[in-house]
Each structure stands twice: as C-alpha cells, then as structure tokens.
C-alpha cells in the first residue's frame, strides 16, 4: 500500500459509497444525539461550564468516578490474568479443542444479560454458594450488594472480550521464531519475553482497552449486583437523567466520562497497535502488519 | 468527477434523511375527545397495569365506544421530558408520583380540571393541578417472621429497625423516596408523625448512618421483594403491593403496624398531548369506587376512594393500612413539600448512598 495508487488522487472512489448507510445511520442515532448532550452541557446556548464545574465542586462525582476506574482496572487485570493464558492454550490444541475452548468463552455472549446477573445474585447472596464457602473458613463475605461482587460478575462478563483479540493476536504469531530462538540459545522464559510478548501487545492493548472501556460505562450488573451505597458512574448518570431531570447535568458527566475513555485509548494506542486493533477482530491485522 | 457528485448526492441524503427524522416531530393538531381517540396509557406493566386495563380501561371503552387504550410501559419523566422537549408527545396518560407531576406542572405536565370529581370520600391530596390519584401504596415496616419467632422478642416500633443492639440482622430499605427512606429514620429519631414536615433531611440521613452497615439498600420495589424472598433481608419497609404476593408465595410476614408511611400514586398528562381533554374526561373516572376497589383487590394497594369496599384476600388484609389491620398511625407523604424540595433532597440522598 506504500506506492500511491494514481486513482485514488482523483477523488474518492465509489466504493466509498458503501459506508455511506452506515455514516448516515451513525450521524443519526449517535453523533446528533451525542451533539445534542454535549450542546445541553455547555447551558442550551447561554454557554456555560457550571454543569461541568459542579462534577468537580459536588463531593460525590469525583468519588464515583475513582470508584469505577478502579473497578474497571480490577476488572481489566483479573480478565487479562485469565485472559491470555486461556488464549495461550487456544492456539496450542487442536481444532476440535479450540472449538470446545471458544464456545464456552462465548457463552456468556449468547446467555441473556438478565438470566446472567441474575444467576450471579444467586451465587453471591447470603446463603448462597461463595457466602457458604467462606464460611468453611469462619469468614462471613457476602459478595451480592459490594463492589467486590460486581467485579467478579463483570470480569466473568466481559471475559469474551479480552480472549477473542488476545486470541486473534496469538495465532497469527510465527512459533518458528521461538524454535529459532531457543535453537539460538534461548532460555523459553527470555524468548517468551523477548519475542512472544511483544509480537502479541497489539492484542494485548486491544483486549485491555475493550474490557477498560465497557466496564466504565457499565450498567446492567452493577444496577443489579451492586448496591446504590457504591454506586458506579451508570448509575449516577441514570439517576440524574431519571430522576432528577438533570440532562445538562448527565450530560457533562458522560462527556467527562467519555472524554476520559477518548484519552486512555489515544494513550493506550501509543503502546503497540493501531486503533485498529480495537475490536474482535483486531489480530489478524497484527500478521498483516509484520 | 462522477465521484465527487455521488459525494455530494449522499451528503445531501444524509441531510434529508436527519430533515425526515426531525420532522418526524412536528406538532399535532389538538383531537377532538367526541371523535375517535386512542389514548396512549403508560403503567408500570405486569399485574399492576393489567388490573388497570380490566378496572380503568374496559369498562371506559364500553361506556365511551370511541375512546380506545394503547398500553405501554414503563412510564418514566426522563422520557416524558424528552417528549415534550422535542415536541413529540406520544404518551397520554401517565402513571406518575404526584410530587413530581407537582414539580413539574406547567412545564412538563398540562394543568388539569377536575372540578367536575366530587372529593368528599377521597383521601386528601388525591387531586392535584396536574394529577389525579388512583391508589395508595403503603410501605410498612415489615420483618420475615421466621427471623423473629418469639413475638415476645420482636420488633415493635419503627424506633425497634434502627436499634442494631437489640435487634441485630439485615435490614431492608428502599432508596425510593416514596417508600419513606426519610421519613422512617425521623421517626425513630423521635418525630411526631404530625411534625414530619417539612422534613429534617440531615437528621434523617444522620439516623440512618447508625443501621448503615447492616442495610441492603434496594434501588427498586423489585430488587427488595427479591432480597425478602431470597431471605436476604430479616426486616424492611416494602410497599404493600410486594407483601401480598411474598406472602402468597408462603414468605411468613408480620407486618408492624407502629407509624406507617404511605404515598398516592397518581396519572398525569405530558404537556402537550393533544389528547389532554380525552386524558382529562378518562382520568376523572379512575377515583371512582368499583374502579379503585378492583384495583386494590389485584395489588393489595389501599383505595384513593375511602367509599371504595374492595373484596380483599386474607393476606391483602393483613397489609391493609385504611383497614382493620393498621392499630398504629398512618402518614400519608406531602405531596407540595416533596415538589419543592425534591430536586435537593434526591442530591442529598444520593450523595449520602454513594459517600
């Protein structure tokens, strides 16, 4: 793709033409609304910053927003700890094995949300199995209704997401190199680190900042898992649309929040992989690109 | 050359297809309530909307043949305030807290005139300029039976809920300020049940960090109907309509008549409806007695209408709080305290939940 293809000074070709369906349907449904709350959070007009000064001066956004970057980054490492030796695995069997090892990654993408959660509340809660278990121990730890509960739902819900790039970057890395290091005198762990490790960061960011970005922006589990005593930034801008009222006000927290996002991803992209890489589809790219 | 053109042919498609899109939110003409009109009802779904669509619906349609229901839920002022702030409302008849069609009438709610519904056997504050109550939910402290068997050593007052001495084990409360999140706590702490309002917020959430640690706080009347089920709760403030059928699914509950907190649950018309006179001439007819009574015989809820002789279950009885059942005081919320202060005590409230 480096020599310049003299057709494409001309102008842009048609087949441009088949992404107009989609920028249209995504300037209806996401950019004008998106314009929309961000005109509402800057005062309808009247241009004002008050919305976005109150998020800093109320005592309680701040302190939600730690809460759920921290939970986010739990969530991240405990997927990636579980993530990538399980992709690791699904690049060294076989066909029938990787198959078996994708579907039961995959079936949390093809259970309903609510049947998900809600099997959680009943793992979690007094008397169920993990609170049972703990106490084996003498200890009383009732996950259902805490951060920590939340976490382990989230991480097991968004497990798909680290695996399937993580997955895609593995397989497209050439083992002969390890053979030839190891032929050279390698170490497996050196050549592990030295060469494997590096060959697979483009999934390994993709996977990172998937399962970092949706766990911000987290609803549904923490709604029903968590509890309002710790709520996580979704349900602070649900109750501020819903009752309060305060759209300028939810409005200038989502964009805080997605201004966040838009600057770990731009931070995240400097470390290995494109954009691109963002997305389950992502590794085959990381061969393309050698 | 060609392609630049197709370029700008699709921009100019993109353009018109947002123009359609907006447009598709243009105003509407006022209908007239003699003709044909499907009034768009939005309720809570499931039994409750339900029992309203056999006891509000039916019966209206039969009387007024021209007058027809499109049922949906669930109702939300979020939504109602997108509605009319864009210009397109498509809700009539709303299923609404009363504060918060008080709070916002005029802006997001039509003034309505109801001068034609005779008040004399309802409960006062059922009628509001923007609303019209249907029915009272009670959320009375309650506890499961089988975590205080000894009646000798149970819980007596709602003073009992906030001593965690005497009474350890998991409370229950509801972050609804509907279901008297505030109100509770004041009274443990001593208020007069007469005095509540205007209500002392920061007493309140003050007497509510003692019990903090040992409270499942529920976002929603579901989530806690769950916990009590699930026993994950031994004694709680839940709304009437959520006892009857944990009782009916063989939860044991005894219900604690000391002060109980009660709110009326109201209709509303989103401004702007232009279906508002057709909303009104129906709304009118939901206080009636046959009406509420059949309400409250499916949702074990207690009549706006105190004429209202509802055929109730044995377990609707005993949450029953105009009944028999009820020994202790009732304190029905004030509607124009929670309009002006809501917005401030919700702020408080969160903050406080999420500190």
Known sequence: ?290 | MVSRTVRVGATLSTLALLATLAACGGETTPADPDGNVALTFVGYGGVGQQAMIDNYQKPYTAAHPNITFVNTSPPDVAQVKAQVESGSVVWDVVAVAPAAATQNCGTLFEPLDFSGVDPKDLVKGTIGKCYIGNFINASPFAYRTEAFPDPAKAPKTVADFFDVQKFPGQRGILTNLQNGILEYPLLADGVAPDALYPLDADRALKKLDTIRDVTTFAPNVGALQQAVGAKQVDMFFLADSRLVPLMNDGTAITVVWDTTVASINAFAVPKGSPKVKAAQQFMATVVAPQAVAGISEVLGTAPVNLAAKPNLSENATKVQVYGPANTGKTVLQDVDWYAANFNEVTTKLTNWLAG
């Open chain 1, 1 to 290: 793709m480096n020599t310049p293809d003299p057709a494409r000074w001309r102008g842009p070709s048609p087949r441009w033409l088949l992404l107009v369906p989609a920028l249209a349907l995504l300037a209806a449904i996401l950019l004008l609304p998106l314009g929309q709350s961000l005109f509402r959070s800057v005062g309808q007009g009247d241009w004002t910053l008050d919305h976005y000064a109150r998020l800093f001066t109320d005592g309680v956004t701040l302190r939600v927003l730690a809460r759920t970057a921290v939970t986010a980054a739990v969530v991240t490492v405990i997927a990636f700890a579980l993530g990538y030796p399980y992709a690791y695995v699904m690049t060294r069997v076989g066909p029938r094995m990787r198959g078996v090892l994708l579907v039961i990654v995959l079936i949390p993408f093809w259970t309903s949300v609510m049947a998900r959660n809600f099997a959680w509340i009943v793992i979690l809660q007094r008397e169920g199995p993990v609170h049972s278990f703990f106490r084996l121990f003498g200890l009383d730890v009732v996950l259902y209704g805490s951060v920590a509960g939340v976490t382990v739902a989230m991480s097991q819900v968004l497990l798909p997401f680290m695996v399937l790039p993580l997955f895609s970057a593995l397989s497209g890395i050439d083992r002969r190199l390890l053979l030839a290091a190891r032929g050279l005198g390698s170490h497996p762990l050196v050549a592990f680190w030295k060469i494997y490790w590096p060959l697979s960061r483009g999934g390994v960011v993709a996977g990172l900042i998937l399962v970092f970005t949706l766990s911000l922006g987290f609803y549904v589990t923490p709604a029903l898992l968590g509890s309002p005593k710790e709520s996580l930034v979704a349900q602070l801008l649900g109750q501020r649309t819903t009752q309060l009222l305060d759209f300028a006000g939810a409005g200038a927290l989502g964009m805080l929040v997605l201004v966040v996002t838009l600057v770990l991803v731009a931070w995240a992209n400097r470390f290995g992989g494109t954009i691109s890489a963002i997305g389950v589809v992502a590794a085959a790219p990381v061969k393309d690109r050698t």
